[in-house]
């Protein structure tokens, strides 16, 4: 079946760039997504890419798609510390528009 | 601005008394959905609603219904809440068309704590 699986912890330290990996099953999605998650709030949609593109970049995010490998990445440039939260990587499912989530990757900051 | 609102933030319960957690939408999409988020977890989807088409996911236990009375109104009733129903409930919506679903958009969440 479909599934999108993510590593759980990233650390930076504030400046660096942040990079989170997910890679997920189902070949036939048409949008992955990238969700934020801050304590105890909903999920804020930060971006989202196209499957027939390779690459999205808006401001400080990058989106790189490699569709053979299934692996979808987020890198997060001069990383602040209110960049810490946790980071859902979604594929929509192509009948029905369902998202199938990742575990979630919690980025910390460190100044 | 348009958005997803849901109320209240937080909601206590007793173990059994029932509950109905409410989202409303200012952004006249078609579709709405529930998702429950227990901690450390991915949200995972309850039901949906295409319009007035109701869709459960094979999954979600009886105990939970939904109602959705207008376009911009959709009700999550939890009608016997157990201590394992404590989690946060994410609403979302998005516009259908002839090119299938659109993003998602998610309200705040309810938080609600089972007693």
């Known amino acids: 079946g479909e599934d999108v699986e993510q590593s759980l912890f990233l650390s930076v330290r504030e400046g660096d760039s942040s990079v989170i990996n997910c890679t997920y099953t189902?070949?036939?999605?048409?949008?992955l997504y990238w969700y934020k998650q801050e304590p105890g709030a909903g999920l804020q949609l930060l971006t989202y890419i196209f499957s027939n593109m390779d690459m999205k970049q808006d401001q400080r995010l990058t989106v790189l798609l490699n569709k053979k490998d299934k692996h979808l990445s987020l890198r997060i440039a001069d990383t602040q510390t209110g960049d810490s939260a946790i980071y859902f990587c979604?594929?929509?499912?192509?009948?029905?528009?369902?998202?199938?989530f990742g575990q979630g990757t919690e980025l910390s900051v460190k100044p | 601005d348009a958005m997803v609102i849901q109320n209240p933030r937080y909601q206590v319960t007793q173990f059994g008394k029932p509950v109905t957690l409410s989202c409303s939408q200012t952004?006249?999409?078609?579709?709405m959905y529930w998702y429950q988020q227990k901690s450390s977890q991915a949200p995972k989807l309850l039901f949906h609603y295409y319009d007035k088409d109701f869709n459960n996911e094979a999954d979600t236990p009886d105990n939970f219904q939904s109602r959705r009375p207008n376009t911009s109104f959709c009700f999550l009733d939890i009608r016997s809440p157990g201590l394992g129903d404590a989690a946060m409930y994410l609403c979302?919506?998005?516009?259908?068309?002839?090119?299938?679903?659109?993003?998602?958009?998610f309200g705040p969440g309810t938080r609600l704590l089972v007693l």
């Open positions: 979302a919506t998005s516009r259908a068309g002839r090119g299938g679903r659109e993003t998602q958009y």
């Open positions: 189902d070949s036939s999605s048409t949008y």
């Open positions: 952004l006249n999409h078609n579709v």
């Open positions: 979604a594929e929509a499912d192509n009948q029905g528009g369902k998202l199938i």
